[in-house]
C-alpha cells in the first residue's frame, strides 16, 4: 500500500540521517565526563574494568569483521600500543555483537596485533551508546573521558595522535580517580 511506502522511505531517510550524524550527536558518553567501567571478559574468568587501569590512558574501540575501515583501524592502534607500551596505554578492541564462531576467526586473524581484544554481545557497546563503527573513546588517566571518534579515516590518524599524546601528558591523581569513576 502507499502507506507502507511511505512508511518505509521514512525510515530509510531517517536511518541515512542518523549514519551520517557527527560522533558528537551520537553519543552519550560525554568528553570529561567518567567512561563506562566495564570492558568485558578476557577470558572465561577475567573481567576487564577501566578502573583496573588508573594512571594509564585507555584506548577503548568497537569493531566487526565485517567493517573494512575497522580493519585498517586496528593494526594503527597496534602500532600505538607498541609505541606507548603497556605501562603507559592499554588498547580494548571489543568486538561488537558478532557470534562467538565469528569471532573466534576474527582473532585468530588479529594474533599478530598487540591489542586486548574482547567480545560485546551487546550490554557493553549499549553503556557505549555505539552507532557506527568503527566507534573509538579515549580516556584518560583519571578515567575521564578524553575524545570519541566514530568512523576512520587516515587523514585523522595526526589528531588521534595529538589526542593520545595530550592524554598521556595529563597529570594523575588518585584521588581524582576515585571520584571519577564513582560518578
Not at 511506502?5 to 531517517?14: D, E, G, K, P, T
Not at 566507534?135 to 584518560?140: A, D, E, Q, S
Not at 566514530?150 to 595522535?161: N, Q
Amino acid at each position: 500500500t502507499i502507506k507502507e511506502v511511505n512508511n518505509a522511505v521514512v525510515v530509510i531517510f531517517l536511518a541515512c540521517a542518523f549514519l551520517m550524524a557527527p560522533a558528537s550527536a551520537i553519543a552519550d558518553v560525554v568528553d570529561g565526563e567518567s567512561a563506562p567501567d566495564y570492558l568485558g571478559k578476557y577470558s572465561q574468568n577475567d573481567k576487564i574494568h577501566i578502573s583496573e587501569h588508573a594512571g594509564k590512558v585507555v584506548i577503548v574501540n568497537f569493531w566487526a569483521s565485517w567493517c573494512v575501515p575497522c580493519h585498517k583501524e586496528l593494526p594503527m592502534l597496534s602500532a600505538i600500543q607498541q609505541k606507548a607500551g603497556h605501562d603507559r596505554l592499554r588498547v580494548f578492541s571489543i568486538n561488537f555483537k558478532e557470534d562467538r564462531r565469528t569471532f573466534k576467526k576474527a582473532v585468530d586473524a588479529l594474533k599478530d596485533l598487540d591489542l586486548t581484544i574482547l567480545r560485546d554481545t551487546g550490554s557493553i557497546s549499549r553503556s557505549y551508546d555505539v552507532k557506527a563503527l568503527p566507534f573509538l573513546v579515549i580516556v584518560g588517566k583519571n578515567g575521564l573521558v578524553r575524545f570519541m571518534q566514530t568512523g576512520y579515516a587516515e587523514s585523522e590518524i595526526p589528531k588521534l595522535v595529538d589526542k593520545i599524546n595530550e592524554a598521556l601528558l595529563e597529570e594523575y591523581s588518585p584521588d581524582n580517580a576515585e571520584i571519577a569513576l564513582l560518578n
